[in-house]
């Protein structure tokens, strides 16, 4: 009996111990960061006042009255957007110019005194139904700098932001994004002052506070600026992430419009918390509409470029298109997107890995095991035990197959760990090395020549702690 019992005592303690999971190595992401990175791509839409004067950064003094899209149709970006892929669209519900895309109480620089629909319209309004109809998310742009406000540069200014934010954040639904930009002060109308004024970006806009705000209205919501506190900027606008990126940074350190480009693409590998980078870059030279650019729209395969190079990269993609003076997505643009919606169908169609045989040098127990990076399932991981940090996984493809993609993706609840690795494949008898990189995170995609494989073997070379890989994808995309 009393060899029974321990008998048992020893299966439970053998069977509890195999299935333990892994401690988490912080910062972590929260749930309303988990939630934006499996969005990975989504719309931005520049569209204001300055569409109509054929401006980047509109001075301030621009009336009203010349803001009159003629056949505005949010309906017409969304569905673009959804056929292209977009999970959400962010709009530039004010950008520097001050002129509000909503009635806002606060100012009569609004599309309230505007010819379009009599006054009587609100873009963000019919922008929140329309994305409703195609099941897409809204973010917003709030730009902290003003270039109309009489006030900007003085503590009412802070106020008058407030209120405006507060308007956005409780009158249009859920808004999955508030988009901070970095750029600030400078010379404007201010209500007819007519000067410059230069403010301290550290300590003018009182960034917790107006967090706060955020937080409390819309609690789901990330908030996006050069140093997040949920998405930082990736540091240029060219549509391009760093291959080394952590999801981390140590933001106390940095602020919006700060100088911190290249910290920005990479992260901070010991960083205090989970901030991950976000590509925004748009499909024409400016983020507005300017005819003159209608012919230089980017090409279906230099968008799937950026996809790589973003997406592909740990990061998310907001791309912005811009609606022309109509209120429509113009038709070089959006013939641009489905092109690059093709590509990526075609480049992603033929998956290798799921359902095949995978080994692994070590592993943690039965409920980690390799199987689990090619079950299709996020939420199951291959993980070692907790003192191998470097480990090699192998999918056996079985017969030699080509090859010339790979995805792979940690289980990022348990933190961003990778620091090295490499891929090789079993070509011909021996091992040839396809990738070698350092960051893994949520997500990266990587591209390799063709190669004929029978086995590809991902070896995790250093990681912070014993690795936790919950997805691993091969493809075939068509040519090399
Ligand atoms: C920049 C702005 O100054 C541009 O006009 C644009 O809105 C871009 C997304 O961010 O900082």
Not at 71 to 76: F, G, I, N
Not at 78 to 87: E, F, I, L, S, T
Not at 448 to 462: D, E, G, H, N
Request: some cysteine; proline content about 5%.
């Amino acid at each position: 009996m009393k060899y029974l019992a321990s008998l048992l005592l020893f299966l439970l303690f053998a069977f509890c111990s195999d299935n333990k999971a892994p401690e988490p190595v912080g910062p972590l992401p929260s749930e309303r960061q988990l939630a934006w990175h499996d969005l990975g791509y989504y719309m931005f839409v520049h569209f204001s006042i300055n569409t109509f004067t054929d401006k980047e950064w509109g001075y301030g003094d621009e009336s009203p009255s010349l803001f009159n899209p003629s056949k505005l149709d949010c309906r017409q970006w969304a569905k673009v957007a959804r056929d292209a892929g977009m999970k959400g669209i962010v709009i530039t519900a004010k950008h520097h110019d001050g002129f509000c895309l909503w009635p806002s109480k606060y100012t009569e620089h609004s599309v309230k005194n505007s010819p379009w629909r009599e006054g009587k319209g609100d873009l963000i309004r019919e922008l929140r139904q329309a994305c409703d109809e195609y099941g897409l998310k809204l973010g917003i742009y709030l730009s902290p700098w003003d270039r109309n406000s009489s006030v900007y540069g003085t503590p009412e200014y802070i106020t008058y932001y407030r209120n405006q934010l507060r308007e956005l954040l409780t009158e249009y639904g859920d808004i999955f994004e508030v988009w901070f930009d970095g750029a600030n002060g400078g010379d404007g109308y201010y209500g007819g002052a007519r000067e410059t004024r230069r403010i301290d970006n550290r300590t003018y806009y009182d960034w917790p506070n107006t967090i706060q705000i955020v937080r409390d209205l819309q609690p789901n919501a990330v908030m996006f600026s050069d140093a997040g506190p949920d998405v930082r900027w990736v540091g240029n606008e060219r549509g391009i992430g760093s291959l080394t990126n952590w999801c981390l940074l140590n933001r106390d350190e940095m602020y919006p419009g700060g100088p911190f480009a290249k910290i920005l693409g990479q992260g901070h590998e010991d960083g205090k918390y989970w901030v991950p980078a976000e590509v925004d870059v748009s499909i024409r030279p400016g983020w507005f509409w300017h005819a003159r650019e209608d012919t230089m729209v980017k090409s279906p395969e230099k968008l799937l470029d950026i996809y790589y190079t973003s997406v592909g990269r740990n990061c998310n993609l907001i791309l912005n298109v811009p609606p022309d003076k109509r209120g429509l997505i113009h038709e070089n643009d959006v013939k641009s997107l489905l092109g690059f919606k093709a590509l990526l169908d075609r480049e992603f169609a033929n998956e290798l890995a799921r359902g095949k045989k995978v080994s692994a040098s070590d592993t943690r127990g039965r409920k980690f095991s390799p199987a689990n990076v090619n079950d299709g399932n996020p939420e199951t991981f291959w993980a070692t035990n907790d003192n191998v940090t470097s480990a090699d996984i192998t999918i056996d493809l079985v017969k030699e197959t080509e090859v010339n993609r790979i995805l792979m993706q940690e289980y990022i609840k348990l933190g961003q760990r990778v620091q090295e690795f490499k891929v090789e494949a079993l070509s011909d008898g021996s091992w040839k090395e396809v990738v070698k990189g350092t960051t893994i995170g949520y997500r990266i995609i990587r591209k390799f020549p063709t190669i004929k494989a029978s086995k590809i073997k991902v070896t995790i070379l250093r990681s912070k702690a014993c690795p936790v890989i919950s997805n691993i994808e091969l493809y075939r995309a068509p040519g090399d």
